[in-house]
Nanobody
Framework: VQLQASGGGLVQPGGSLKLSCEVT????????VGWFRQAPGKEREVVSC????????YYADSVKGRFAISVDNTKNTIYLRMSSLKPGDTAVYYC????????????????????WGQGTQVTVSS
């Protein structure tokens, strides 16, 4: 199983980016998917996820209304659309997937996902 994240870069405050995570060797349909980030000196945090079973999209409070997660099952790809970016969004962003993370538990920081991408750097700076 491989997850290839892309789309990161340098963007000015208020700008937008769309991250992609192409998954091979593992079908995303009916699986939990998530985006995480880790800033220097900070712990990894869940940004957004979709758990198995309920189809709902969950977001960390810090990104609600600004970020949008989606999955294209035909392309086996996870997306994270980020808008109104702030310097505090600067971090390495990781995608992950797991067959057994259900519903809102996908936001639980103690849940360990089985498969991870390599990370893509997002820097928000003027």
């Amino acid at each position: 199983v491989q997850l290839q994240a892309s789309g990161g870069g340098l963007v000015q405050p208020g700008g937008s980016l769309k991250l992609s995570c192409e998954v091979t060797g593992f079908t995303l349909e009916d699986k939990a998917v998530g985006w995480f980030r880790q800033a220097p000196g900070k712990e990894r945090e869940v940004v957004s996820c979709i758990g198995v079973g309920d189809g709902n999209k969950y977001y960390a409070d810090s990104v609600k209304g600004r970020f949008a997660i989606s999955v294209d099952n035909t392309k086996n790809t996870i997306y994270l659309r980020m808008s109104s970016l702030k310097p505090g969004d600067t971090a390495v962003y990781y995608c992950a997937t797991d067959p057994g993370v259900f519903g809102e538990f996908c936001l639980d920081p103690d849940v360990e996902y089985d498969y991870w991408g390599q990370g893509t750097q997002v820097t928000v700076s003027s």
